[in-house]
């Protein structure tokens, strides 16, 4: 049973409530919700719930209607995040864990480490102990393997994962793994469960080959009861009578499951199809259809893998996969997890001796002039430069705790996501502020150690304030970017009904973007507003049945309000960038692959053409170029550019220079990685 606890509940009471469960043979678990916390109670004992109920600071008593009590959503209604070290899976996040199916050798397991890891996976997979048909078949390197497979993962700074087949490798194994792998063969093997579940670490259980969901459910049930808390679940394929895929992948498990429990679900297109061809099209379907990752088999050289290589990915199959994934994430309203950014070897220790860079600010070669703060010097410092995020926040006056980043609007903002979601490493406090500029002084005076502002929108172009804020603010950089797709809801009081609607309050934007379902509507009165969010929250202040506002899931959340229609935009296809941003020099980020510049050029023919070119020659590739009007002086003109940074920096270095002495006011807004 699950039993909610009454808000501000005395610790005596809540005491009491346990004890009585207890004695009744219970086992408890305390989940502390956002909005409540309740007590989970699980047991084979049969009480009468009234009995419950009537304890002092009980809410209410909901049975649990599903064999599977711990692993269900009526157990717990938010999605469980599982971390594995650096890692966490579920949630928003699409984790993918590749490697192959097997550790054959010391540098084979290396090797695929550093290709998985350049792709951008962020855990490393690698049997040590296979459970194969045949038994004259490659078993496994053992023990040996599994310090191997330890060893690269180190050397990478991935967490890794390996099956474990027999109770008795569980002590051995457990210094070796970051996470449990429990095979398909040995999904029901209950000994191995209850005592995998004891060890306390991470799992990743796979359905097994002829089993039901239910059945996969009531194994997690296992791991849960006997003292894990962190279970993934992994859809790899049933046995059906189709023999052209070596099983056959059940995509619709991922949502059934998503529904019926709150574990994350990961699926493993290579043991699903059996055939390396398969494998992506496959990959990308189960992204689309929910599920929180991938574990997928990759070799270094499939064609001599001792097991699986048929349905092994090549390397650069694997690259182009993950880049597919990439692209789909947003579609879906989620974000590919990366593992934080390796310090460069040799980098300087601090954020303090990072002088290099764009961030020297007006030092050696700044081209000066007409007050617009020209920041310049060579980009080749950000080689050397350390700490990125981390280190901003230890000097920016965020202190100890959450990492705090400044945004615009109201709590549930669109830019508050995009904070969340760029920062998904650190604990972040996020910071609303009324204005952009409040974001940028903050950020200025130390108070927030970031800001995430945004500042062009697929539909409707740039936002051009925070351009000019980041022209007038010279000792503002630009480190980072975020691109979100922008999903609009209506949203209202809860019980409201869409026809009684007689209001939509939203952003300008917000409405505009929503005008065919406006149109479709036209019994709500449109009434612009300053925010979007800000626009949910007045809603449920004023607490008027009849009116709506147009904003993010996240708003209705925060403010309490329900999505009477989602995804009500006009063109599905709406995506906003943000950036980050961060005082100069508080922030570098290493290896970056993308610059912003600002420039204006002299009046006369061929100015701006001779700049492109020098960009054309040294082969770097524009990604925006836009004009702008510059403040206070009519009808001339700034350059905004997003180039791609080449690996060798000193081409950039080079052109830069020579930019130099054909661009008037040239500045670097900054240099990041996307
Ligand atoms: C594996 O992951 O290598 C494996 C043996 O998978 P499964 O248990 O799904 O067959
Ligand atoms: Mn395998």
């Known amino acids: 049973m699950v039993v909610v606890l009454s808000k501000g509940i005395k610790e005596a009471d809540k005491a009491a409530i346990r004890r009585f469960l207890e004695q009744h043979g219970f086992t408890i678990r305390e989940i502390v919700g956002e909005e409540e916390t309740i007590l989970g109670a699980v047991g084979i004992a049969q009480i009468d719930l009234r009995e419950v109920e009537v304890l002092p600071g009980v809410e209410r008593v909901i049975p649990i209607t599903k064999p599977y009590k711990l692993a269900s959503r009526e157990f717990k209604k938010d999605d469980t995040i599982v971390p594995v070290g650096p890692v966490k899976v579920g949630g928003l996040r699409i984790t993918v864990i590749a490697g192959p199916c097997a550790v ?137 009578f189709e023999t052209y895929t070596r099983n056959t992948l059940d995509i619709s498990a991922i949502p059934v499951v998503k529904k019926l429990s709150h574990l994350p679900i990961l699926v493993d297109p290579s043991h699903a199809t059996g055939i390396r061809e398969k494998v992506p099209p496959v990959a990308l379907a189960a992204i689309a259809a929910g599920a929180d990752g991938l574990l997928v088999e990759v070799h270094p050289d499939p064609e001599h893998a001792a097991s699986d290589g048929p349905q092994s990915l090549y390397p650069d199959q694997f690259e182009k996969l993950m880049r597919d994934i990439e692209a789909l994430s947003p579609v879906i309203g989620k974000e590919m997890q990366h593992l934080p950014a390796r310090r460069a070897a040799g980098s300087a220790a601090g954020v303090g001796s990072s002088a290099g860079g764009a ?172 925010d979007t969010a800000g626009s949910v929250a007045f809603i449920a202040r004023e607490g008027k049945q009849e009116w709506a506002a147009i904003a993010s899931h996240e708003a209705a959340r925060v403010y309490g309000m329900e999505v009477l229609r989602e995804g009500i935009e006009t063109n599905p296809r709406n995506y906003t960038r943000f950036v980050v941003i961060a005082r100069s020099g508080h922030a570098e980020i290493e290896n970056p692959n993308r610059a912003s510049l600002v420039f204006s050029t002299p009046d006369k023919p061929g100015s701006l053409f001779t700049c492109l070119k020098i960009l054309a020659e040294k082969n770097m590739n524009l990604k925006k170029l836009e004009s702008r009007p510059i403040l206070g002086r009519p009808w001339q003109y700034m350059f905004y550019l997003d180039l791609e940074l080449p690996s060798d920096l000193s081409a950039f270095d080079d052109a830069l220079s020579r930019l130099r002495g054909e661009s008037e006011d040239l500045r670097v807004l900054g240099l990041f990685r996307v």
């Open 104 to 240: 054959e050798s010391r540098e084979q397991i290396l090797e695929s480490a550093r290709i998985v890891r350049e792709s951008g996976a962020v855990m490393l997979r690698g049997g040590a102990y296979k459970p194969r048909t045949s038994p004259y078949a490659f078993q496994g390197l053992g023990e040996e393997g599994l310090e191997y497979l330890k060893e690269a993962g180190e050397r990478e700074g991935m967490p890794v994962v390996s099956e474990i087949v027999a109770t008795e490798h569980v002590e051995m194994m457990r210094d070796y793994v970051d996470l449990f792998q429990i095979g398909a063969r040995n999904m029901q093997n209950f000994e191995l469960l209850k005592r995998v579940g004891a060890i306390g670490k991470p799992v990743i259980l796979k359905r097994g080959l002829a089993a039901r969901i239910e059945d996969l459910l009531m194994a997690a049930e296992y791991l849960l009861a006997h003292g894990t808390e962190n279970v993934i679940l992994c859809e790899r394929g049933i046995r059906t």
């Open 359 to 530: 961030s020297r600010g007006a030092g050696a070669g700044a081209a000066g002039g007409a007050g617009s703060g020209v920041a310049a010097g060579g980009a080749s410092g950000a080689r050397v430069s350390a700490g990125g995020r981390e280190g901003a926040a230890a000097s920016a006056g965020a202190g100890v705790g959450a990492l705090k980043v400044g945004f615009q609007g109201e709590r549930g903002a669109f830019s508050e996501d995009a904070a969340i979601r760029y920062f998904e490493h650190d604990e972040v406090e996020a910071v609303p502020f009324p204005r952009f500029r409040d974001v940028f002084a903050s950020v200025l005076d130390g108070s927030v150690a970031y800001g995430v502002l945004p500042v062009e929108n697929s539909l409707a172009g740039s936002i051009h304030e925070n351009y000019d804020l980041l022209i007038q603010n010279p000792d503002v950089q630009v480190v980072g970017e975020k691109k979100l797709r922008i999903i609009h809801n209506l949203i209202a009081l809860p019980g409201a009904k869409i026809e009684e609607l007689r209001r939509v309050y939203s952003h300008p934007q917000g409405l505009a973007q929503c005008a065919e379902f406006l149109s479709l509507h036209p019994h709500m009165e449109q009434f612009p507003f300053y």
